[in-house]
């Protein structure tokens, strides 16, 4: 009886044990998957800054792609890919116009561009030099900053025009145009008929003639972007830069009718001095040859014989006959 009784508590102690030992296992088991999932919650929430963080980037870099050129970092590159045409208007003073003028050609030169327009007129102190100067694009800056140290500059005007957006549709159109040349052409070497071949060959025509005009307008912004424009005017000590302005009323109508009037005088005058000599000379004995002429014509002619009496063998005409009076009824 004993024994049975150890055996039953020898039993229920190693249930007891064993279900002591399952249940920890269980817990081990949960307690695992637990610390799984804030692992992978906490590496996914680690990854999603992340991407933020990349979101975040593009955007800035929109951000830079819209700054001003003023901008630092990313802005300058993203500024130098834009295709801009500069611009730039100037007026300086100075002592020695030539000498201005041969400074400004050397320093355009030394920068790589040329002089693209030479207006001038030399009267000392009053003499007027107006360039117009192509530099590349990256040396705009510096060739303006090196134009106004030749003297006292007085007005300086730079403008900006942007046409990335006009070059990247030049570029799409051309790629396009092409595309439809080379299928008219394939179309053109499959042509059966007569017909066929007369109206590929204009469809050809015409789009070829539409891609060489948008290639032309490429190669003419390329032109602009590529060397910017600066127009420069050199004055002398006494050099005017009023600038005439229109007036109207009756005194300016009376002062530009008399000035015409004395340019039509002077013309007239002109030509009259220009053709007296000749009239002199031609004139002249013309008018007395005319006259000579004249009164030669104008004599009377000597009075010739009268008629002469009817001689005795002269033959008498007979009077004209009567005619006989009707007598009446």
Given at each position: ?329
């Amino acid at each position: 009886m004993d024994g049975r009784r150890i055996r039953g508590m020898a039993l229920m102690a190693v249930g007891l044990v064993a279900a002591l030992g399952v249940g920890a296992c269980g817990a081990d088991r949960d307690s695992g998957g637990d610390s799984a999932a804030p692992a992978a919650d906490g590496g996914a929430g680690r990854e999603q800054p992340a991407e933020g963080g990349a979101d975040n980037g593009q955007v800035a870099g929109g951000g830079r792609d819209r700054a001003a050129p003023g901008g630092t970092g990313g802005a300058d590159l993203r500024v130098d890919q834009r295709s801009i045409i500069y611009t730039g208007t100037m007026q300086v003073r100075v002592d020695d116009v030539e000498a201005a003028t041969r400074e400004a050609t050397t320093a355009v030169t030394a920068a790589g561009g040329f002089v693209g327009g030479d207006r001038r007129s030399s009267r000392a102190a009053e003499a007027r030099a107006v360039l117009t100067l192509r530099v590349p694009a990256d040396k705009f800056a510096g060739v303006v900053d090196q134009l106004a140290r030749l003297g006292r500059q007085e007005r300086r005007e730079i403008r900006t025009e942007d046409v990335t957006e006009q070059v990247v549709d030049l570029d799409a159109r051309i790629a396009t145009q092409r595309a439809r040349v080379e299928s008219a052409r394939k179309l053109l070497a499959q042509a059966t008929s007569v017909d066929q071949l007369v109206a590929l060959e204009n469809e050809v025509g015409s789009r070829q003639a539409d891609l060489a005009a948008l290639e032309a307008r490429k190669r003419r912004l390329a032109d602009l972007t590529a060397l910017s424009t600066i127009t420069v005017t050199f004055l002398g000590q006494d050099a005017s830069t009023a600038e005439e302005e229109a007036d109207l009323g009756f005194l300016s109508g009376l002062g530009g009718g008399w000035a015409a009037f004395v340019a039509s005088a002077r013309i007239a005058l002109t030509v009259l001095g220009a053709v007296l000599p000749f009239a002199v000379v031609i004139g002249v004995p013309l008018w007395l040859l005319i006259l000579w002429r004249r009164r030669r014509t104008g004599r009377t002619p000597p009075p010739g014989p009268g008629p002469l009496p009817p001689g005795p063998g002269a033959p008498v005409s007979a009077p004209p006959p009567v005619p006989a009076a009707r007598s009446g009824p």
